[in-house]
């Protein structure tokens, strides 16, 4: 088993199971015998993959793991291969009830417990902004950590930054509507000279141990250690600006973590509706076969250490209609 050495949060695409079973066991005998019990195969590996829920699951003191295993086991009891295995791996992450962990076969299938609701993305037209105010829009990004891409991403959104800051600046607006989520850490590398140097949250896990976020140096870090580094991050003109951030229904996941790191902040406040929920992070973990269990095993946290796992509330309600101006009148107020 190996487990990655740093948070990786993803946007999870769903593929239906039977497309997966049908592609993994083409071509078998369809005169072969019906089995009447699991095999070794199956039934070992169905238990590595209990085993790291068991040890990591951020619900694991929340779930009674006889009942668990006996449950997952059941719903293949004729299991011959790895494959074979797959409603068990899904009925084991429907009984985690994280509603965001997940499971990709080496072949690339990805798929979850259960299936979610639609998650409504709104139209949103670039707005008219006064001259005195900065609007920043930070979307969704599935690349990696700290290649070019990353780099890139991460450079665009304070090129942004750049090209409208000035002295008589009033405030900043961070446009978090419609972001998925993704990887977290050029998001917030790149939305740094706006949020602000220092731990902006935490994952915390269940037996209370936290691990950091923030900005340090013009890099996103955790704990401290670098992970998308700009070489020549920018600084604003006037350190600490009044920040207004814009939520919907659509921010999930990594956009979460991007709306939690605000909160605590000075001279902040939110508007919009509440987010989507999943302001948890996962990890992955590597099975035997080189499949991917990216599992729930911690709460996103702000920087005052209270923990979500839950849709994060803006300040302020705001339509959709309204929510440009709500904005702008509190920070020029």
């Not at 740093?6 to 083409?26: E, H, M, P, Q, R």
């Not at 068991?54 to 009942?67: F, G, L, P, Q």
């Not at 979850?112 to 979307?139: K, L």
Request: with cysteine.
């Amino acid at each position: 088993m190996k487990r990655f050495l740093y948070y990786y949060f993803i946007i999870v695409a769903f593929v239906v199971l039977a497309t997966t079973l049908t592609s993994c066991n083409k071509g078998e005998d369809p005169n072969s015998p019906i089995p009447s019990e699991q095999s070794p195969q199956a039934k070992a590996y169905l238990t590595e993959l209990m085993d790291i829920m068991e040890k990591n699951s951020i619900n694991r003191y929340k779930i009674d793991w006889v009942t668990f295993r006996s449950s997952v086991i059941n719903k293949v009891p004729t299991a011959q291969t790895v494959a074979d295995t797959y409603l068990g791996v899904m009925a084991a992450l429907s009984f985690l009830s994280d509603n965001h962990s997940s499971f990709t076969t080496p072949a690339g299938y990805k798929f979850m417990g259960s299936t979610p609701t639609a998650i409504q993305i709104e139209n949103i037209e670039p707005p008219t902004i006064p001259d005195d105010v900065g609007y920043v829009r930070v979307t969704d990004y599935a690349g990696q950590t700290n290649d070019a891409s990353a780099i890139v991403f991460a450079s665009q959104i304070q090129n942004q930054i750049k090209q409208q800051d000035h002295s008589a600046l009033k405030g900043w607006i961070v446009d978090l509507r419609n972001n998925l989520g993704g990887n977290m850490w050029p998001m917030l590398a790149g939305i740094g000279p706006i949020l602000g140097e220092g731990i902006a949250g935490y994952f915390i896990d269940p037996d209370g141990n936290e691990t950091s976020w923030g900005v340090e140096n013009g890099a996103s870090v955790m704990n401290g250690y670098p992970l998308t580094q700009l070489s020549n991050s920018y600084e604003l003109l006037a350190p600490n600006p009044k920040v207004a951030v814009l939520l919907n229904s659509a921010v999930a996941s990594s956009g979460e973590i991007i709306a939690v790191s605000f909160i605590g902040r000075e001279n902040t406040k939110s508007f919009g509706s509440a987010t989507r929920g999943l302001s948890t992070a996962n990890s992955g973990f590597m099975l035997s076969d080189y499949a991917i269990l990216n599992l729930t095993v911690s709460y996103q946290a702000d920087r005052n250490k209270k923990k979500y796992g839950v849709p994060i509330n803006p300040d302020m309600l705001s339509r959709k209609e309204t929510i440009i101006n709500d904005a702008l009148a509190w920070i020029k107020n």
